[in-house]
C-alpha cells in the first residue's frame, strides 16, 4: 500500500487546484511531500473540460456572498481572502493568462477550458504530484495519526486527507455524490441535495407549443402565493419546460419549495411597459384593424408563437376578429403580457444539472477548510453547502477553497 503525505480524494477543479497548491505551499516551506491525487475517471478533469460550453468561465469579476446560496452567510471570510483578482492571479503563476468578457465573466485567454486543465495537470507533474485515476474511493478510516482509503482495486494511506469529490450534479462527468457516505464516520453530516442551475419543468401542454422560443422577460419565482425571486435574461422554451440562465438562477428554489407551495415561474415578457401601455397599444391596434384575428394582436412586440399563447391564455377564441374585443378582454391580454404562469413541476434530474444546492454544512469547517469533526481532513468545493449563480461563481468557489485547502493541508504536515 501506498502511503503520502496528502491525498486529495476527487481530481476535479477543486481537488487539482488543492493539489497544486498543497505542493506549492509544501515548496515554499522547504517540506518535501509526497501528494497524490485519487480519481475514480480514467482521466482527471472530465467536467472542467464541459465548464462554460468548452470556455470555461473560471471566475467572475463581481463575485461576491450575493452570488451563493446555501450557507452563505459563513462564506464572507473566504470570499474576502478569494477577490476574483487573487484566483486570476494563481492562474497566471501557473502560465494561464485569461480574459474578462460581458458581466465580469473571466475565461482563459484562448477560451479553451482545456488549458486550464492542461495547467493544472502540468504544474502538477512539474510537482511530481502523483495522478492515480480508476481509484474509485469507497471507504476511509482513521489509522494511527493518519488515514486508509479503500477502493475495490486496492488502498492508499495518507496522513492528510483533502475530501474534494464534487456534489451530485453531472454524474456523467463523475461526480455522483456517492462518496457523501465515506464523510458520514468522520463525522461530518450532508443536507438535503437537489439539482440547481437546471432547467425547471412544466406542464407539457403550456409550453411544448412554444418549444425553441427565445424571449427576454423578468422571470419570477412565485410560491405560496408570493414572488420569491425574480431575474431578467433571456428564457427559452423547451421539449420540457424552461431554460435560460435567468431560468437556471431560479431553479434551485424549484428543490426548496415544494409543490403544496404551489410553486410556478410567472414571466413578465415586457418589463419595461405597465399593464397599462401595453392595454392602450392593444386598444389602438383593436380600432385601427378591427378585422385582425386576435392571435396577431402582439405579432409586433413578441415573437409570433408566444404573442398567440398570450392571447389564447387571455381570452381563448385566438380567431375571433380584434374588433370584438372587450375592453375587459384587452386588459386580460395585457396583464398575460405582464404574467404568462407556468407551474413548476420540479426540475430536470442531476445528468442535466450544472451545480449541487446542499452539501457538507459550512460550519462544519473551519476558514481554512480544515474539518472541525476529524482532525487532518480538509474539504473543499461543491461538496460543501455552497452553490453560485451563472457566471463563474461555481468554479471560483472551486478554485478559492482548493487552493485554501491545499495551502492548510501542507502547513499541517
Ligand atoms: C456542463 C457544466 C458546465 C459548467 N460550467 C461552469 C462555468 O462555466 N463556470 C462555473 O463557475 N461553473 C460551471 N459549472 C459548475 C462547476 O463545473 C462545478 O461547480 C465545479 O466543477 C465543482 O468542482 P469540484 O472539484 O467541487 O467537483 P467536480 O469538478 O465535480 O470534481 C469532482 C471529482 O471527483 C471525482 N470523484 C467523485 N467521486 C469520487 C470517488 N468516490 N473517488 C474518487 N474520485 C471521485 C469525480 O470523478 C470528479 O473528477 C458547470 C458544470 C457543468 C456540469
Given at each position: ?369 480544515s474539518s472541525k469533526a476529524c482532525g487532518g481532513v480538509y474539504l473543499c468545493g461543491e461538496l460543501l453547502n455552497v452553490d453560485g449563480i451563472c457566471g463563474g461563481d461555481n468554479l471560483h ?17
Amino acid at each position: 500500500m501506498k502511503i503520502y503525505d496528502i491525498a486529495v480524494i476527487g481530481g476535479g477543479a477543486s481537488g487539482l487546484m488543492a493539489a497544486v497548491s498543497a505542493a506549492a505551499e509544501c515548496r515554499r516551506l522547504s517540506k518535501p511531500a509526497s501528494i497524490a491525487v485519487l480519481e475514480k475517471n480514467a482521466r482527471a478533469g472530465k467536467k472542467i473540460l464541459m465548464t462554460g460550453n468548452g470556455r470555461c468561465n473560471l471566475t467572475n469579476t463581481g463575485v461576491n456572498v450575493k452570488a451563493y446560496r446555501g450557507d452563505t452567510g459563513l462564506l464572507k471570510p473566504v470570499l474576502n481572502k478569494y477577490p476574483a483578482e487573487r484566483v486570476v492571479d494563481i492562474f497566471k503563476s501557473m502560465g494561464l493568462l485569461c480574459r474578462e468578457t460581458d458581466g465580469g465573466r473571466v475565461y482563459p485567454y484562448n477560451m479553451q477550458a482545456s488549458s486550464v486543465l492542461n495547467i493544472l495537470l502540468r504544474r502538477m507533474e512539474s510537482y511530481g504530484v502523483e495522478m492515480v485515476c480508476g481509484f474509485d474511493v469507497d471507504g476511509v478510516k482513521k489509522s494511527g495519526d493518519g488515514f486508509t482509503v479503500s477502493s475495490q482495486d486496492g488502498s492508499a494511506a495518507a496522513k492528510k486527507l483533502i475530501f474534494a469529490f464534487g456534489g451530485m450534479a453531472c454524474p456523467q462527468s463523475g461526480s455522483d455524490g456517492k462518496c457523501f457516505s465515506v464523510l458520514k464516520p468522520l463525522g461530518h453530516k450532508t443536507t438535503k441535495l437537489f439539482p440547481s442551475l437546471v432547467q425547471v419543468k412544466t406542464d407539457l401542454k403550456l409550453v411544448r407549443p412554444l418549444k425553441g422560443v427565445r424571449s427576454l422577460a423578468e422571470a419570477s419565482f412565485c410560491a405560496g402565493g408570493k414572488r420569491v425571486k425574480s431575474e431578467k435574461g433571456e428564457v427559452q422554451f423547451t421539449e420540457s419546460g424552461l431554460s435560460g440562465i435567468c431560468v437556471f438562477d431560479l431553479a434551485r428554489l424549484a428543490g426548496e419549495y415544494g409543490n403544496e407551495t404551489k410553486p410556478y415561474i410567472s414571466l413578465d415578457l415586457m418589463p419595461e411597459y405597465t399593464r397599462d401601455d401595453i392595454a392602450a397599444f392593444l386598444q389602438k391596434e383593436c380600432y385601427e384593424m378591427p378585422e385582425l384575428p386576435a392571435g396577431r394582436l402582439a405579432d409586433g412586440f413578441l415573437n409570433k408563437a408566444l404573442g398567440t399563447e398570450v392571447i389564447k391564455r387571455a381570452i381563448s377564441d385566438v380567431s375571433a376578429p380584434a374588433g370584438k374585443l372587450t375592453a375587459d378582454g384587452i386588459r386580460r391580454a395585457a396583464g398575460t403580457v405582464k404574467g404568462l404562469d407556468f407551474p413548476v413541476d420540479g426540475t430536470l434530474s442531476w445528468d442535466k444539472a450544472q451545480v449541487t444546492a446542499g452539501g457538507v454544512p459550512l460550519r462544519e469547517v473551519n476558514t481554512d477548510m480544515s474539518s472541525k469533526a476529524c482532525g487532518g481532513v480538509y474539504l473543499c468545493g461543491e461538496l460543501l453547502n455552497v452553490d453560485g449563480i451563472c457566471g463563474g461563481d461555481n468554479l471560483h468557489w472551486a478554485f478559492a477553497s482548493g487552493d485554501m485547502a491545499g495551502r492548510s493541508a501542507a502547513r499541517g504536515l
